[in-house]
C-alpha cells in the first residue's frame, strides 16, 4: 500500500537547523510532484514548497525562501526538506504530499518546534 513517511522533527532553537525526510513507498516515486506542507496550531495547512518529478524545478513559499531547501533522490523515493535560519513561527506540523493528475497522498505529519 501506499506510504509517505516522514522524520527529521524535533525541538530546535531559533536559528538552528533540521532536516526532514519524507521515505515513499507503494507508488512510482518518480512521476509524483513531492511537496511539503505545515500546519500551525489553529491555522489552516499552507503549502511550503514542491518540487516536480525530475527534480528541476521548485517553488517556496515567500515565508521560508533563502532558508529552506528541498531536493529528492528519486533512487531512494525520499524526499528532504533542509530548513536553516529557524524561526519560532517555522513552528508546526510538517506534511509531506505525493501527487499527480489522478492520486494524491500525504504522511503522517513531524512535529518541528522552535523554541528557546
Known amino acids: 500500500q501506499v506510504q509517505l513517511v516522514e522524520s527529521g522533527g524535533g525541538l530546535v532553537q531559533p536559528g538552528g537547523s533540521l532536516r526532514l525526510s519524507c521515505s515513499a513507498s507503494g507508488f512510482t516515486f518518480s512521476s509524483y510532484v513531492m511537496s511539503w506542507y505545515r500546519q500551525a496550531p489553529g491555522k489552516e495547512r499552507q503549502l511550503v514548497v514542491r518540487?516536480?518529478?525530475?527534480?528541476?524545478?521548485?517553488n517556496y513559499a515567500d515565508s521560508v525562501k533563502g532558508r529552506f531547501t528541498i531536493s529528492r533522490d528519486n533512487a531512494k523515493n525520499t524526499v528532504y526538506l533542509q530548513m536553516n535560519s529557524l524561526k519560532p513561527e517555522d513552528t508546526a506540523v510538517y506534511y509531506c504530499?505525493?501527487?499527480?493528475?489522478?492520486?494524491?497522498?500525504w504522511g503522517q505529519g513531524t512535529q518541528v518546534t522552535v523554541s528557546s
Open positions: 518540487i516536480t518529478p525530475g527534480g528541476g524545478s521548485s
Open positions: 504530499n505525493a501527487r499527480n493528475l489522478a492520486y494524491a497522498y
